[in-house]
């Protein structure tokens, strides 16, 4: 999946042959979706894709309200009530920020959030079995995950010593990253620079605060901001050879040296699904927040090469894709 796919929920997914099972009774599915990034039409959503595996076919028995920030977080207030007012049956948000403000505009319509961080330290819910409040969905990051980042770059650069950890410092779960990062390195021996990361144009300031740290590698935090950035982190390491591990296996395509992370087309084929529970009965209650269930480890061998940093046969055995 490309980047610009994630941020805006549109993927190149084919659809399968229809299984005609959906909405027996006649009833035309009404589904919100939320879209942090640019506006879409609802062929181009994944979850539009995904539900049409599960028979449901925008024009018979689904239709779509999307609403879009265009990259805007500061919209996302106004833009949740307008789509609440639609009175849709289901919302939909591929991110915490996203259904942090769902979930402020109605408490009583079920809302899935396709990637979310940490649901509990959002507030969105109190329990991860059994959601406390009308919102449910699938998570992408843990402590583990943070852990398993670390030790891959402590793998690949013997010695390692200090790192540069990159991430927005805003949100309801930025602190909980923070606290995974800290805890991971601190068990390997490693120092954590904690690195701002805002916007495009602050890149190269983020970067010169690495280059007087003097740090030997770093680690993207999983969050929408340095998704949308991706490009510009991975010029900014380029530049100055510093190998570096990113949360998503795209990224990895378009230039970056690693990443470890979910699948996250496994996300939204999880969301059609509850979507499909939830317009045949189900409560939210009765959805858990799902953790993910597979990693994907992804190297560039181009990159390496390009970096100048050797990556041993072993390492590259257990990767689930390379590019050479």
């Avoid at 650069?157 to 601190?186: F, H, Q």
Wanted: net charge neutral; with cysteine; proline share 6%.
């Amino acid at each position: 999946m490309r980047r610009r796919e994630f941020i805006t929920l549109i993927g190149c997914v084919p659809v399968l042959p229809v299984v005609v099972r959906a909405q027996q009774s006649g009833k035309v599915a009404r589904v919100g979706v939320l879209v942090i990034g640019a506006p879409v039409s609802a062929k181009d959503l994944v979850i539009s894709s995904e539900l049409a595996r599960l028979g449901y076919v925008e024009g018979r028995n689904i239709t779509y309200e999307i609403r879009a920030a265009d990259g805007d977080l500061t919209r996302l207030s106004a833009l949740a009530g307008d789509l609440v007012s639609t009175k849709p049956d289901v919302l939909i948000s591929a991110t915490t920020e996203a259904g942090e403000a769902l979930a402020r505009a109605s408490r009583d319509i079920p809302i899935i959030i396709t990637v979310t961080l940490d649901p509990i330290a959002a507030g969105l819910t109190d329990s991860m079995s059994r959601p406390s409040r009308n919102v449910t969905g699938f998570t992408s990051s843990s402590a583990s995950l943070a852990a398993k980042r670390l030790q891959l770059l402590n793998e690949l650069i013997p010695g390692l010593r200090k790192v540069a950890y990159l991430g927005a410092p805003a949100g309801s779960t930025y602190a909980k990253l923070e606290a995974d990062v800290r805890t991971a390195a601190d068990s390997l021996g490693i120092t954590v620079v904690f690195v701002p990361i805002t916007t495009a144009a602050g890149v190269p300031d983020s970067f010169e605060i690495i280059d007087r740290e003097n740090v030997e590698a770093a680690i993207i935090g999983l969050t929408l901001i340095n998704t949308r950035m991706s490009g510009h982190i991975v010029d900014q390491c380029l530049i100055r050879h510093l190998p570096c591990i990113h949360p998503w296996s795209f990224e990895v395509t378009a230039g970056a040296l690693m990443s470890y992370g979910p699948k996250a087309i496994e996300n939204h084929a999880g969301a059609a699904r509850y979507v499909d529970r939830i317009l045949r009965g189900a409560k939210i209650a009765e959805l858990p927040f799902e953790e993910p269930a597979e990693f994907t480890l992804a190297v560039n061998l181009r990159t390496a090469h390009s970096i100048k940093l050797e990556i041993p046969p072993p390492f590259l055995a257990r990767a689930d894709e390379v590019i050479e």
